[in-house]
């Protein structure tokens, strides 16, 4: 989804970790100007550990992907507006293809 629309990406509460990391100096920062490769590894690293949520914003649109995990659990939810947009079933469409499931509340 970065790569076709305008996003903000975000790395958020970190203060729900209380060890310091390499990527802590990222919080709250928008990290859209970065390679694909140098987000990849920053996302998979922080996900893997379970120390921050990963927020990618979404303006134009507008919708919200928050990523989480810690050691028991990985949630993504989408925040939208409208859940008949081309975004939205694209979502759908790949959590569906991944083996995951889509539930929506109003």
């Known amino acids: 989804m970065i790569s076709y ?4 990406i975000y790395l958020t509460n970190f203060a729900d970790c209380p060890k ?3 990527y802590n ?6 990290l859209s ?3 694909f490769d140098s987000l990849s590894e920053i996302i998979f690293s922080v996900l893997s550990e ?4 990963v927020d990618v914003l ?5 919708f919200l992907i928050e990523a989480c ?7 993504v939810n989408v925040y ?11 979502i759908k469409k790949t959590a569906t293809a991944e083996g995951f499931f889509v539930r929506e509340f109003a």
């Open 25 to 30: 100096s990222l919080a709250n920062k928008n």
């Open 58 to 62: 979404f303006a134009q649109k507008p």
């Open 20 to 22: 310091q990391t390499k």
């Open 50 to 53: 379970g120390i921050v949520t």
């Open 80 to 90: 939208t507006l409208s859940m008949e947009d081309d975004e939205t079933a694209l």
């Open 33 to 35: 100007n970065m390679s």
């Open 69 to 75: 995990a810690d050691k028991c659990e990985f949630t």
């Open 5 to 8: 629309y305008d996003a903000e």
